[in-house]
């Protein structure tokens, strides 16, 4: 059984920082891509940012610059440091972990999600 747990979120003012982390645990052999998504009332669950096990990184165009995602292979840990938040960037933000390889097979997990409001 593998789980995604994320931690760090919580509510902070317009132009300040958090740091979300996600830790998956369980059985797992390697983990090809984590990423975090995020979803705000309303709208659809988008992409915010990927890094594979090479360390490669994509962004969304909205977070350029402002987040920085990284990855702890060794933890199986994946960490979103956002800055210069805005009032936009309140939402539910998902840990992904993609092409995890467990005993039997190679799956795709979800975390339970943790809040960002940014106050304006």
């Known amino acids: 059984q593998v789980q995604l747990v994320e931690s760090g979120g919580g509510l902070v003012q317009a132009g300040g920082s958090l740091r979300l982390s996600c830790a998956a645990s369980g059985s797992i052999f390697s983990i090809s891509y984590m990423g975090w998504y995020r979803q705000a009332p309303g709208k659809q669950r988008e992409l915010v940012a990927t890094?594979?096990?090479?360390?490669?990184?994509n962004y969304s165009d909205s977070v350029k610059g402002r987040f920085t995602i990284s990855r702890d292979k060794d933890k199986n840990t994946v960490y979103l440091q956002m800055n210069s938040l805005k009032h936009e960037d309140t939402a539910v933000y998902y840990c992904?972990?993609?092409?995890?390889?467990?005993?039997?097979?190679?799956?795709?997990?979800w975390g339970q999600g943790t809040q960002v409001t940014v106050s304006s």
């Open positions: 890094i594979t096990s090479g360390g490669s990184t």
């Open positions: 992904n972990a993609d092409g995890v390889v467990v005993d039997l097979g190679v799956y795709d997990y």
